[in-house]
């Protein structure tokens, strides 16, 4: 019998944002090189986007997370949902996203979800979520019904990014029971940095997770992401995709950590986009199914075009 390893104590929400992820606040953002230096982007065109995020009441990523594509990918009227809330339980090195107590989880979100997914006209929609360590099953039935709401109202093949649930098999089942198309579940970052990134996760359980998903449901494909920039070798990245391989995972994204604030964790270094190239083409030897690996690669950046080929 397949066994996830679970969390050796759950984790409790952080208590408030005081609580500093290991390694913030030590240095300043470094200077952009040439090749992640953009033209100041043009906001016209996002307003429709813009203006139905807050008339349904619904979180992005996009904004929570300042994801540096936001103004491309809302000119092209599409967003990364992100439910259950705009406050996180766990305080990771990297992320923009407010960390705290959560508040009560809003029903209604999956009908306004749904709504929001059939106005822009999306035929692929990603939907993440902030860890919800404070709910019995992480968000699972929430995660679940908004799938299901989401495909009712639109008929889109549908993305989930969700949190590691601790590692237990009960919540993954109940998000794949939604039968979404891609199920992603970020490593983040290399065997070695965990601890220093992602204070209350664990290499490991996010590596089980992704192999769990892959066997419960062979015909779901599996993603993954990587941000680079942090301390970690070339020879750890190839490592991390091996493992990621080794476990079923189809996809992968890989893209630069871009420090979203001086209390983050800072950049040790930019990698040149050549490198994102070879990456990318080792990853694809390796045999995942598709591979996005740039700079400015994210885990939902473009994720219609990727789950289009794969899916296809």
Not at 18 to 36: H, Q, S
Not at 171 to 195: C, K, M, Y
Not at 233 to 245: H, N, P, S, Y
Not at 292 to 307: C, K, L, N
């Amino acid at each position: 019998m397949f066994t996830l390893p679970v969390l050796d104590e759950k984790p409790t929400p952080a208590e408030g944002e005081g609580d500093k992820p290991v390694g913030a606040g030590t240095g300043r953002a470094r200077r952009l090189p040439e090749w992640l230096r953009r033209p100041i982007p043009s906001t016209r065109g996002i307003g429709f986007t813009r203006t139905l995020v807050e008339e349904l009441g619904l979180e992005t990523v996009c904004e929570s997370a300042r994801c540096p594509n936001r103004s491309e990918c809302w000119t092209r009227r599409t967003a990364t949902f992100m439910i259950l809330g705009d406050v996180c339980t766990r305080p990771c090195g990297f992320c923009a996203v407010k960390r705290g107590r959560p508040g009560a989880v809003a029903l209604d979100e999956p009908e306004r979800l749904a709504e929001a997914c059939f106005r822009l006209g999306l035929k692929h929609v990603v939907i993440t979520s902030v860890t919800r360590d404070d709910l019995p099953d992480g968000g699972a039935d929430h995660f679940g019904r908004c799938v299901e709401a989401v495909r009712g109202r639109t008929g889109a093949t549908i993305e989930v990014l969700t949190p590691d649930f601790d590692g237990r098999p009960e919540p993954i089942d109940r998000v794949l029971a939604s039968r979404p198309e891609v199920f992603n579940h970020n490593v983040e970052t290399v065997a070695r940095l965990q601890r220093r990134v992602r204070r209350k996760s664990r290499y490991e359980v996010s590596l089980a997770v992704l192999e769990y998903a892959k066997r419960s449901r062979p015909e779901t494909l599996t993603k993954s992401g990587l941000m680079l920039g942090l301390g970690e070798t070339t020879e750890e990245v190839i490592e991390t995709l091996a493992d990621l391989r080794s476990i079923g995972c189809d996809l992968v994204t890989i893209g630069q950590y871009l420090q979203p604030s001086a209390e983050h964790l800072p950049v040790e270094r930019y990698l040149p986009p050549a490198e994102f190239d070879e990456l990318g083409r080792i990853a694809r030897e390796l045999g995942f199914r598709d591979v996005a690996s740039g700079p400015f690669v994210r885990s939902s950046y473009h994720a219609d075009e990727m789950a289009g080929l794969a899916v296809g």
